[in-house]
């Protein structure tokens, strides 16, 4: 009975050191956003679950890399997720070019997501010059975008951002950005499917 005992608590102690050690750091930090090409490469996954909330367009999303800081999430389209665990924030990244990055007059943008992987913040820019930060609301089945007036917002080029900066400006977005409502909505389709899987045309 003694010897069962023993083996049990060993048996347990290798379980929970076994379960602390999956998930380690790859030592990747995330300076600018190509950063992610880097974890992608190195394709260290300790863990592939990925919610999909039974959404059809989240279905196609594939985990990447998974480490104990970040985990990337592709669709096969035009949408990379970045999990930042530490942090515990979800960013939504849509591009038209294959490599995710940055180019003058294409469209670019970045969405902060809710706990359902709904946009809820967003800085864009859709084939302008200009980048601006909008805030989405769900109310009644509408969905009201409103868009920041800060003279802050027009300083932002998104071209140039940081991954530091682009948390501090999501930040901002939430606690200190004055908004003005928008004529502009989205389809409704979008209250239940998130925006960010339309990818950028």
């Given at each position: 009975?003694?010897?069962?005992?023993?083996?049990?608590?060993?048996?347990?102690?290798?379980?929970k050191n076994k379960k602390t050690e999956e998930?380690?750091?790859?030592?990747?930090?995330?300076e600018y956003l190509t950063d992610?090409?880097?974890?992608?490469?190195?394709?260290?996954?300790?863990?592939t679950t990925f919610n999909d909330f039974n959404i059809d367009e989240l279905k196609?999303?594939?985990?990447?890399?998974?480490?104990?800081?970040?985990?990337?999430?592709?669709?096969?389209?035009?949408?990379?997720?970045?999990i930042d665990k530490k942090e515990n924030i979800t960013i939504a990244i849509n591009s038209r070019t294959v490599d995710f990055k940055t180019i003058k007059n294409l469209?670019?943008?970045?969405?902060?997501?809710?706990d359902k992987l709904m946009p809820i913040y967003a800085i864009s820019r859709l084939g302008e010059e200009k980048t601006f930060v909008y805030k989405i609301e769900y109310l009644n089945e509408n969905i009201i975008l409103s868009r920041a007036v800060d003279k802050e917002v027009a300083e932002i080029d998104i071209n140039k951002l940081k991954y530091s900066q682009i948390k501090e400006i999501f930040k901002k977005s939430i606690y200190?950005?004055?908004?003005?409502?928008?004529?502009?909505?989205?389809?409704?389709?979008?209250?239940?499917?998130?925006?960010?899987?339309?990818?950028?045309?």
């Open positions: 009975m003694m010897k069962y005992f023993w083996f049990l608590i060993f048996f347990l102690a290798f379980c998930c380690i750091d790859r030592g990747i930090n995330i992610i090409d880097k974890l992608i490469k190195d394709g260290y996954k300790c863990e196609k999303c594939k985990v990447l890399f998974s480490d104990s800081k970040y985990k990337i999430i592709y669709n096969g389209y035009k949408s990379r997720l970045l469209p670019f943008a970045l969405f902060l997501l809710n200190s950005f004055r908004y003005k409502k928008e004529k502009l909505t989205l389809d409704s389709y979008y209250n239940k499917v998130p925006f960010w899987t339309a990818g950028l045309n």
